[in-house]
C-alpha cells in the first residue's frame, strides 16, 4: 500500500495548567500548556498523528502556520516521502517563499516539527512498530538518509555519521534487551515547580523519593534568597546522593548567571540549565568555564532553534549536556543529525520532556540513541513531568524512575479525541466553563 496522504488537519489544544501553577518557572510564570495537533489522513484509512508544544497564547499562531505548509503534505504517498526523506524535509524547510519566516527557527519551524512529527508517527504505524524500534531496525544508510546535512559538514559529516552507526551495530542487541528489561533512566521536575509552596515542594519530594526517584529538578532564578531557602530544603530532603539539577529558564545576563549560581554551589547541582539567552553560545561558553571549577556543568536545548546552533554550542563546548527537543528541532531528522553530533563530540544527551506529549515523543529519540548511538548511559537520563499523560492513547510507563520502552506502534503522540474536543481552544467545554467564570 501507498499510503497516500488525502488531508491534514490541524487543532489548537490548550490545557489550563496555569491555575495550579504546574509549568511555572522564572520566565514563564503562567503558562497553559498546549499543542498544535496534526492528524494526516490517508486513503487506506491509517492516520499519523503529530504535535507541537506551545505554553498557551500564540497556539494560533503555529496552527496557521501548519496549514501554510499543508499543501506540501497532502497529495503524497507515505512511500514517495520516506524513500527521500531528507528531500521532503529540506522541501519543507527550505520552501523558496516560507523559508523567509524561519529559517529552520521560530513558528515556521515548530509547525513543520508538527507535521514531521505525525509523518514520522504515520511510518512507525505503517510498519507495525514504536518509532525507537523502527528507528533502531533500520540500517546506517537508512537512517543517514533521513538527515539533512547542509551547514553542519563541517562538525560532522556524512561519512562519519554512518561511521558511528556503524561501530555501534556491536551490542546492540544486548542493549536493546537491556532497555526492555530495565528502562531508560529519567529524572523528575514535577517536585518543585516555581510557583509551589514550600509545604507542597516537601510533599511531592517525599513522594517522589519514596516511588524511586534519585534525580531531582529545581526552577531557580526570581529570587536568590528563595532559591537558597529552596535548594537547601531539597538537598535536605533527596541527602547528599542523589542528583540535583537547577534550572533557571533563561533568567540571567552572563556575569550574573555566574555569580548566582556559584552562591548556589554548596548545595551541589550537577547542572545549571538554560541560565541566559538560548541563542547567546558565547555566553553559555563563558558560564561553562566559569562554573567548571565548581563542579557544575551546563544545560541546553529546549529553545535551540536548529542542528545549526547545536553544531557551535558543541564546537564551542559552550554546553556539557545536550537537550534535545522533540517539537522544537525539526522532528526526527533533525534531532537524529544532533544525537550523531554530540556523540562525535563526545557529550551526553539528557532530552527535556514535560509539557503536553513531550515525554510520549522524546522516549523513542532517547532510546534510539542509547541502543544506536552513543551506547552508554553515563552521566545520562530523560527529563519526566508527571501530568497530562492521561489524554494520551499510549501514555508514557514508568516504573521504578525509568522509562519503558513503548510497545504501540507509532511516536506515542494520539491524543484521545475526547480530551481533543472537551480541551479545543477557545470552543471546547474546559475552556468556556473558564471563560464564562
Ligand atoms: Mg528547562
Redesign the pocket.
Known amino acids: 500500500m501507498l499510503h497516500k496522504i488525502t488531508s491534514l488537519t490541524v487543532r489548537d489544544v490548550r490545557f489550563p495548567t496555569s491555575l495550579e501553577q504546574h509549568g511555572s518557572?522564572a520566565m514563564h510564570t503562567d503558562p497553559d500548556y498546549s499543542v498544535a495537533y496534526v492528524v494526516l489522513d490517508t486513503d487506506c484509512g491509517l492516520k499519523g498523528f503529530g504535535l507541537t508544544f506551545t505554553v498557551g497564547k500564540g497556539t494560533e499562531i503555529v496552527v496557521c502556520a501548519v496549514e501554510a505548509v499543508a499543501g506540501l503534505v497532502v497529495g503524497k504517498s507515505l512511500q514517495e516521502i520516506v524513500s527521500d526523506f531528507r528531500g521532503f524535509y529540506r522541501l519543507l524547510t527550505s520552501d523558496g517563499q516560507m523559508r523567509w519566516l524561519g529559517p529552520e527557527k521560530g513558528v515556521i519551524h515548530l509547525a513543520i516539527a508538527a507535521v514531521l512529527n505525525a509523518v514520522w508517527d504515520l511510518w512507525a504505524r505503517a510498519e507495525g512498530k514504536p518509532l525507537w524500534k523502527l528507528l533502531v531496525d533500520m540500517d546506517p544508510k537508512q537512517i543517514v538518509s533521513c538527515i539533512d546535512f547542509r551547514y553542519i559538514t563541517d562538525a560532522l559529516t556524512e561519512e562519519e555519521a554512518v561511521e558511528i552507526l556503524v561501530k555501534a551495530q556491536e551490542g546492540k542487541q544486548r542493549r536493546e534487551e537491556h532497555m526492555l528489561k530495565e528502562g531508560y533512566p529519567a529524572y523528575t521536575?514535577s517536585c518543585a515547580w516555581l510557583g509551589y509552596s514550600d509545604q507542597l515542594l516537601k510533599q511531592l519530594c517525599t513522594d517522589a523519593l519514596k516511588s524511586g526517584w534519585t534525580k531531582f529538578?529545581v526552577?531557580v532564578g526570581a529570587d536568590l534568597e528563595d532559591d537558597k531557602r529552596r535548594c537547601r530544603l531539597m538537598r535536605q530532603m533527596i541527602g547528599p546522593d542523589n542528583t540535583l539539577m537547577i534550572?533557571a529558564?533563561q533568567r540571567w545576563d552572563v556575569a550574573e548567571a555566574i555569580s548566582w549560581v556559584s552562591s548556589l554551589a554548596e548545595f551541589k547541582p550537577l547542572w545549571v540549565?538554560?541560565p541566559t539567552s538560548p541563542d547567546d553560545i558565547l555566553g553559555h561558553a563563558a558560564i561553562s568555564k566559569a562554573l567548571a571549577p565548581l563542579g557544575i556543568g551546563v544545560?541546553t536545548g529546549?529553545q535551540c532553534h536548529n542542528r545549526v546552533m547545536f553544531k557551535q554550542f558543541l564546537q564551542a563546548s559552550a554546553l556539557q549536556f545536550v537537550?534535545i527537543d522533540s517539537c522544537r528541532l525539526g522532528s526526527v531528522n533533525e534531532n537524529l543529525a544532533v544525537l550523531l553530533m554530540a556523540h562525535k563530540f563526545q557529550v551526553p544527551v539528557c532530552p527535556?520532556a514535560?509539557g503536553v506529549g513531550l515525554c510520549e515523543l522524546v522516549q523513542h529519540l532517547i532510546l534510539f540513541d542509547y541502543i544506536c548511538v552513543s551506547g552508554s548511559l553515563g552521566n545520562r537520563m530523560c527529563?519526566y513531568v508527571d501530568h497530562l499523560h492521561e489524554h494520551f492513547t499510549s501514555p508514557v510507563v514508568i516504573h521504578d524512575a525509568h522509562y519503558m520502552p513503548p510497545k504501540d506502534p507509532g511516536y506515542s503522540c494520539e491524543m484521545l479525541e475526547s480530551s481533543v474536543q472537551s480541551h479545543q481552544y477557545p470552543e471546547g467545554d474546559v475552556w468556556t466553563l473558564i471563560m464564562n467564570k
Open positions: 518557572d521536575t529538578k526552577k534550572d529558564n540549565e538554560e544545560a529546549e537537550q527535556h514535560g527529563e
